[in-house]
């Protein structure tokens, strides 16, 4: 049996210290490194819990030349804490590269469970679909985006998405234009002093960011709801449209014009011509 020390996963509060839990507390006091996404964020947290560990930045930036170190400092007998800015490390925050190395280097990883902005945002979306996807930050360009949201458009779960104020704009467009009309939650500052959750249409929340310069502020949590189901009169009409389109022009332009004569999303259209073309 070997000596190595362990990584903790720590889970740190996303915004009310008092979220922070008894077990997290104490395995802050007791290992030897924290490793934190920002040491000037993590370092009023260490001294609020009194914790006398040594605090290591472990960031995007570094994550891949720092984690060689502190494997071998885990693996000469150090406990250590890895813990992000807010919420649950490795969720869209670093932290996984470190995790993955650790396993890989026989070092048990322990996770410390507590905050996290996804699911504090989906217990109060008032959702009741039995599964959703998380898919964290979308990309900044907007073709990248775009692109993404395509991708997702058809799924049958609900989406959620993480967002920073100054590109809240761009992707909530970014999110009508991809998806169409859905219920969305707007989740802002999450367990802070100025917390808001507001449910509307879609097409609405452009216009109601904009009513007012407050609303945005802070760090996002967008719920969608998912992709209304296509019931069997509108894919039976889409399958004649295609067999029509198909008869006369390619398999691309054919899906592109069903698309635009259905209102149906092209994933959908796609496959279906797939199957017909088969």
């Not at 919420?87 to 869209?92: C, D, E, F, W, Y």
């Not at 709801?225 to 296509?230: K, L, Q």
Request: neutral net charge; contains cysteine.
């Amino acid at each position: 049996m070997n000596a190595y020390g362990t990584l903790y996963v720590v889970a740190t509060p996303i915004g009310n210290l008092a979220d922070l839990s008894q077990r997290a507390r104490e395995v802050l006091c007791m290992v030897d490194w924290v490793a934190a996404e920002d040491t000037r964020h993590s370092g009023p947290l260490l001294k609020h819990v009194s914790s006398a560990a040594k605090l290591l930045p472990l960031h995007e930036h570094n994550e891949q030349q720092a984690s060689p170190a502190l494997i071998a400092a885990l693996q000469s007998g150090k406990n250590i804490a890895l813990i992000s800015d807010a919420g649950t490390p490795a969720i869209s925050d670093p932290g996984a590269v470190l995790v993955a190395q650790a396993h890989a280097a026989g070092v048990r990883v322990e996770p410390v469970p507590g905050a996290n902005a996804a699911v504090c945002a989906l217990s109060a979306a008032g959702l009741t679909n039995p599964g959703w996807l998380f898919y964290g930050f979308l990309p900044t360009r907007d073709a990248a985006r775009l692109s993404v949201l395509e991708k997702l458009a058809d799924l049958p779960w609900p989406l959620v998405f993480y967002e920073a104020p100054h590109r809240i704009l761009a992707s909530i467009a970014a999110l009508y234009a991809g998806l169409g009309e859905r219920r969305l939650v707007i989740a802002r500052e999450l367990t802070k002093r100025y917390e808001s959750i507001h449910v509307l249409p879609l097409s609405e929340a452009e216009a109601w960011l904009v009513a007012d310069g407050q609303r945005q502020k802070g760090e996002f949590v967008l719920v969608v709801s998912p992709a209304p189901p296509v019931v069997a009169t509108e894919t039976d009409e889409l399958r004649r449209i295609l067999q029509v389109l198909m008869e006369e022009l390619p398999l691309k332009q054919a899906v592109h014009l069903a698309t635009r004569l259905t209102g149906i999303k092209k994933n959908l259209c796609y496959d279906l011509a797939l199957q017909l073309k088969a």
